[in-house]
């Protein structure tokens, strides 16, 4: 059977968003496990990362665990602007508020806002993705607009893209458009994949 984009996307976010609880617990745990050993990570010191949502594999364990080894965390922002992300410096009980799509954004006044150029490591949410790294993600472009630079560079890439999803989210092929910027890596409970360039 084959879908449309916009069927995929459906049908993909109810898959994630009918986990169970005790499911996606043990994804996150797995996840954090599995990604703490990379040396991606351990190399590592400007992580951005998301807070989950919609039934988004969730990385709070790996949050913490990047609080307590001193590297610096960052969350998307929206830029109220462009239809594109900053990232803001995300510490232990940092207030949070809701953006105009219901996602928590750290309080944080412009002046601290940086680039995804300025980051070591970006662990992006996605809808789904295939082995080759093709991402769909919620069907606004903010990431493919925030990587925009990368598609001009062949060697100087900053940051590492880090695609985090349930395993569910595979599919075998994506259909993808001129925009998209494809993943460096994706992890998932099970395993990681890195993909061929
Ligand atoms: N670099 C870009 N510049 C301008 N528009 C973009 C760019 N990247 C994506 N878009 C726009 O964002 C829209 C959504 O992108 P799409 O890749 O379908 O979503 P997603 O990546 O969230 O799944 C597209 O219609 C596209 O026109
Ligand atoms: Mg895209």
Not at 38 to 52: D, G, M, P, T, V
Not at 54 to 82: M, N, R, T
Not at 134 to 156: A, E, V
Request: with cysteine; hydrophobic share 35%; aromatic share 10%.
């Amino acid at each position: 059977m084959t879908y449309t984009t916009g069927e995929l996307r459906r049908f993909i976010r109810s898959q994630r968003q009918s986990l169970s609880t005790q499911q996606q617990h043990q994804h996150a745990q797995s996840l954090c496990q599995n990604l703490i050993k990379e040396k991606n990570y351990r190399n590592s010191r400007h992580i951005a990362c998301y807070l989950a949502n919609d039934g988004e594999i969730d990385p709070h364990q790996l949050i913490e665990h990047a609080w307590f080894c001193g590297k610096q965390v960052y969350l998307p922002i929206l830029s109220p602007l462009k239809k594109a992300l900053y990232f803001v410096p995300y510490h232990a009980g940092d207030k949070l508020k809701l953006n105009r799509f219901n996602i928590p954004e750290p309080i944080c006044s412009p002046s601290q806002w940086i680039t995804a150029q300025q980051l070591d490591l970006l662990l992006l949410p996605l809808v789904a993705f295939d082995e080759q790294g093709n991402r769909m993600g919620m069907g606004g472009g903010f990431y493919d607009r925030t990587l925009s630079y990368l598609q001009h560079r062949r060697y100087w890439r900053k940051p590492v893209l880090v695609g985090l999803a349930h395993e569910i989210q595979k599919v075998e092929r994506l259909d993808t458009q001129s925009w998209d910027i494809p993943l460096d890596y994706i992890m998932t409970e099970k395993q990681l994949y890195h993909t061929q360039k």
